[in-house]
């Protein structure tokens, strides 16, 4: 075996959460001009990679890169490099107004049903929740002397901005008292 001859890097590319294969992810031996890009069952193979050490790194839509560093590739044998990639968590945005006066609400509390994602409004009545895994939720609003409002089924995806806006319907009062008469 000539030390010379090349050798081969070669692997799977899943989703970290269901382990889901992932077709066309790109696959980069950093440096060099090889690269791949995975197939419907997410596996990949570059060849003919000259002997050294390597950073590998995988990309794909949705989800965040993920870096293999100093791999080694040897003369005449395949290096296994598997990646698990990461989704881009999502964001909801938007803002809380008074329903007949149109004015924004401060300090309201807005919150995804069955999570610990939540956020408060400022002065202008906006909010802003970052870091939300991508998938389907039930959004809340509450503010005090305000009845609550939820937005239902409200789809969160994967590197992009969701707006929901609430227009909250204040609580009626009540006066009480005796009337006297003068």
């Known amino acids: ?19 889901d294969p992932i077709e066309g992810a790109l696959i980069i031996v950093e440096g060099t001009s090889f690269s791949a890009t995975s197939g419907a069952n997410g596996k990949y193979s570059i060849e003919d990679i000259p002997v ?26 395949t290096t296994f490099i ?3 990639l990461i989704r881009t968590p999502g964001i909801i945005t938007g803002t809380i107004t008074d329903s007949e006066t149109l004015n924004p609400i401060e300090g309201a509390i807005v919150r995804l049903v069955g999570t610990i994602y939540n956020a408060t409004t400022g002065e202008n009545g906006t909010y802003e929740i970052t870091g939300i895994h991508p998938g389907t939720y039930d959004v809340i609003a509450n503010a005090e002397n305000y009845y609550p409002e939820t937005k239902t089924e409200q789809e969160v995806i994967s590197g992009e901005t969701t707006v929901i806006d609430f227009a909250l319907i204040m609580i009626p009062g009540i006066i009480s008292g005796t009337v006297l008469d003068s």
């Open 1 to 19: 075996l000539n030390t010379d001859d090349p050798g081969e890097i070669s692997g799977k590319i899943t989703d970290s959460e269901s382990t």
């Open 52 to 77: 050294g050490i390597y950073d590998v790194t995988a990309t794909a839509d949705g989800y965040n890169p993920e870096t293999k560093t100093a791999q080694q590739v040897i003369s005449g044998e």
């Open 82 to 84: 598997d990646f698990a």
